[in-house]
Structure formats: structure tokens, C-alpha cells
């Protein structure tokens, strides 16, 4: 793989020998104003036959693998907007190319062959896949400098909506929706800004469930450190100071924590209500049965990181066991508002095959961003039923209001 650097008084001039020294097919993998005018930096793929002269190594004989034809990447059916666009085409097929190529070598003894690995291919294909991250941050602020030039106006509120931590995704119909409807605020960037707000409050997914009324079998589930023992507290507290001490009961399924199940165990001694740990579905459906009478039954689950397939095994460990006593139970996803997207992501992923009631937004006063949380819950149709912004037992549970979020999330972003 060739990298050359090029100066030009012009971009187009620099395009210009980039083409004469390196081919039509060079990548640009960057550019920038320098004062003899542009540099740019670009690099041509390498060929078959310098990664068959780089093999040195040789390989265990082993059974010849088939070998499958290269398929060449169709041609783009949309003409390319710049040499950007262009340069990322011929990328492809040559990313492409490289992964559905095998380079094949035969022992020097007769009738026995054998596939050889070349030693820099691991190294070529992972420079292949940072120079594609390149050039697609390259083209990505292209189009977005383009979106910015067409709609300045709804370009800047998507921008806004962003900085609140929203992703793309969440504020491009916001922003479209809000530009669409505010003819008569055009010039008015703070009229619109309302406008784009309240659009935003409405689209968030708010909860009709009222646990403290109805009462019913219900279930937190979540990660670890999301506060899922603390917010049945809360809302155990909220409901014996309502309807009496033989009102509910508390329940957990953490067998794995000793620390959680004394500290769930305190909170009922505290309150005057029973308690029961619960090992498997049978023992679950023995407890429910058993505080049948009890008005609202609420159930601990063990957390643990995102990425543990048991975590989601807790889900259906309270659907079966409280199917059994002939109950319903409503299961919601405790969700910490100062995680980050990603990991709030992999998060509802990790109950995909879990049917969710909705979810409890606990920490909102340790986190800087309230973004990742509203858009996890827009794109994932995921209604709110609380909030809780402290350790205050019951004071800091709060029902979700969506005004009040959006509310909280301007303020952190300023």
C-alpha cells in the first residue's frame, strides 16, 4: 500500500496529481489548508502481487479450503457527488475484493496441495477498515455540510436537538416536523427552538400504568447499579403509607448478591412488610400464591452486566413463575439516565425477546445528559412510568412527565 502526500496551490490541481502518480483509483484519506494552498493525503491499494511477494512464512499443510470466485461489487446506480464519493467507490470493491480473494500456493510435492494464509493479511484488513472509517466520516460531513447549505434553518435545529444528546435518528423528524409547522416563525430561531422542544414532549412515550393505584404483580429487571432495589423501596413506601402494612409484599429473585437480598430484606423489616427470596419459577409462583391477598406484589431481580445472557433469563423467570400462580405480572426496565447510549442500547437489546410494560429512569440527578436515555426510549417505543433523582426513601420517586424531562435535559445541556 502506497500513502503520498500532495501540496497544490488548488484542490483541484492537487486532485490533478493524485490521478498522474497513483492512479484513478487512489483513496483520499484527508485534506487541509495549508499556506502553500491544499495538502492532501492519499493512497493507492495494494496489489495481488505484492501481497503474494510479502508470503514469507510458510503453512501447516492442511485441506485445501474451496475457493470462492470474486464477485465484483456492483457499479453505484446514483451519480457521485464529488471525488470523495468516488474514491469511497473504489474502496469498496477493493475492500470487497480483498475479503472474497484467497491467495493459494501448492507444496513442491506432487498431488498434495495446500492454502496458504499471506502473514500481512490480518494487518492489510484491518488498515482497510480504518481507512474506510476515514473516508465515511469524509463523505458523512460532506453530506452534512450539503444538508446544512439546502436547510440552513432545520439544519441548525437538528444541530441543537443533538447537543442535547439526542441521536441523529430522534432529531431529524423533530426538527423536519418543527420547521414543517412554523412558517410564521421563520427568522425566529428561538420561536422555532420552543417549537422543536414541545414537539419533542410530545413524541416521548409516557406510561398510563399507575402501580400506585392498581397495585398488581410487578417486576424491575435491569442491569446491575441501575438502583432497582432502592426504586422498589420507593415505591413499596408509597404504597403501604396509602393502603396499610398488609398491603404488598416484597419479593427478589437475586440469589446471586447476598448484600441485595439483606439490604431488600431491611427495607421490608423497616416498613412492616413481608418477604420472601425466591430461588427458580417454582419458588416464585409458591410466593406469589402465597401473598395472593396482598394488593401490590413487587419482585427484585438480580442484576448483572448487559451482555450476560442471564440477565434477560431474570425477565422470563418472573413471566413463567408468576404465570403459574394464575398472575400477570408487568415487568419494567430500570434504566440509569447517567449511562451512555450505547450501553443503554445494548441494554433493551438484551431484552429483545422480553415483552416490556415500559421503563423507570433512576439517577437523572447524577447524569449530564438526559439524550441517550429519550432517545433509547423514542426509537425503542419504550413509555416512562417513573423517575427518581436521589436515595431518599420515598421522596425522590417522581411519575414521568415529559415536559419535566425535556425541561431537565435543556438544562443539562447548557
Not at 503453512?59 to 464477485?71: C, K, T
Request: one cysteine or more.
Amino acid at each position: 500500500m502506497r500513502i503520498r502526500r500532495f501540496t497544490a496551490p488548488e484542490m483541484r490541481e492537487a486532485i490533478r496529481a493524485v490521478r498522474d502518480e497513483l492512479g484513478p483509483d487512489a483513496v483520499i484519506l484527508s485534506n487541509r489548508k495549508v499556506p502553500e494552498g491544499v495538502e492532501v493525503v492519499a493512497a493507492i491499494d495494494y496489489s495481488e502481487e505484492w501481497v503474494e511477494d510479502s508470503v514469507t512464512a510458510p503453512a501447516l499443510p492442511v485441506a485445501p479450503p474451496p475457493v470462492e470466485p470474486v464477485v465484483r461489487a456492483p457499479e453505484p446506480k446514483q451519480p457521485v457527488p464529488s471525488e470523495a464519493l468516488a474514491s469511497l467507490d473504489a474502496f469498496t470493491r477493493y475492500e470487497q475484493a480483498a475479503e472474497r480473494e484467497p491467495v493459494e500456493r501448492r507444496r513442491p510435492a506432487p498431488a498434495v496441495a495446500r492454502t496458504q494464509e499471506p502473514v500481512f493479511s490480518t494487518a492489510i484488513e484491518r488498515e482497510l477498515r480504518s481507512l474506510r472509517g476515514l473516508l465515511e466520516n469524509q463523505v458523512s460531513s460532506l453530506a452534512w455540510g450539503d444538508f446544512g447549505r439546502r436547510q440552513p434553518v432545520r439544519a441548525a435545529l437538528v444541530r441543537r436537538l443533538m447537543q442535547l444528546g439526542l441521536t441523529r435518528t430522534v432529531a431529524d423528524p423533530i426538527a423536519a416536523n418543527a420547521h414543517t409547522h412554523a412558517r410564521r416563525d421563520v427568522g425566529d430561531d428561538e420561536a422555532l427552538w420552543r417549537r422543536a422542544l414541545g414537539e419533542l414532549s410530545r413524541r416521548i412515550p409516557i406510561s398510563n400504568d399507575d402501580i400506585l393505584s392498581t397495585g398488581g404483580v410487578v417486576a424491575l429487571v435491569g442491569p446491575t447499579g441501575v438502583g432497582k432495589t432502592t426504586t422498589i423501596a420507593k415505591l413499596a413506601a408509597r404504597f403501604r403509607i396509602s393502603n396499610g402494612a398488609d398491603s404488598a409484599a416484597l419479593l427478589t429473585t437475586d440469589n446471586y448478591r447476598v448484600g441485595a437480598q439483606e439490604q431488600l430484606r431491611s427495607y421490608a423489616q423497616l416498613l412492616g412488610l413481608p418477604f420472601a427470596m425466591c430461588n427458580g419459577a417454582d419458588e416464585l409462583r409458591d410466593a406469589v400464591e402465597r401473598y395472593r391477598d396482598r394488593r401490590l406484589i413487587l419482585i427484585d431481580t438480580a442484576g448483572m452486566s448487559q451482555r450476560d445472557i442471564r440477565l434477560a433469563e431474570q425477565a422470563r423467570l418472573i413471566e413463567h413463575g408468576a404465570e403459574s400462580a394464575h398472575r400477570d405480572p408487568r415487568l419494567y426496565l430500570v434504566l440509569s439516565a447517567n449511562t451512555n447510549y450505547p450501553t443503554l442500547e445494548e441494554t433493551v437489546e438484551a431484552f429483545g425477546d422480553v415483552t416490556l410494560d415500559g421503563c423507570i429512569l433512576t439517577k437523572i440527578d447524577e447524569a449530564t445528559s438526559l439524550g441517550g436515555a429519550l432517545s433509547i426510549m423514542l426509537e425503542h417505543a419504550l413509555p416512562a412510568l417513573h423517575t427518581c433523582d436521589g436515595q431518599r426513601v420515598p421522596e425522590d420517586l417522581h411519575r414521568a412527565d415529559a415536559r419535566q424531562l425535556v425541561s431537565r435535559a435543556t438544562q443539562f445541556s447548557r
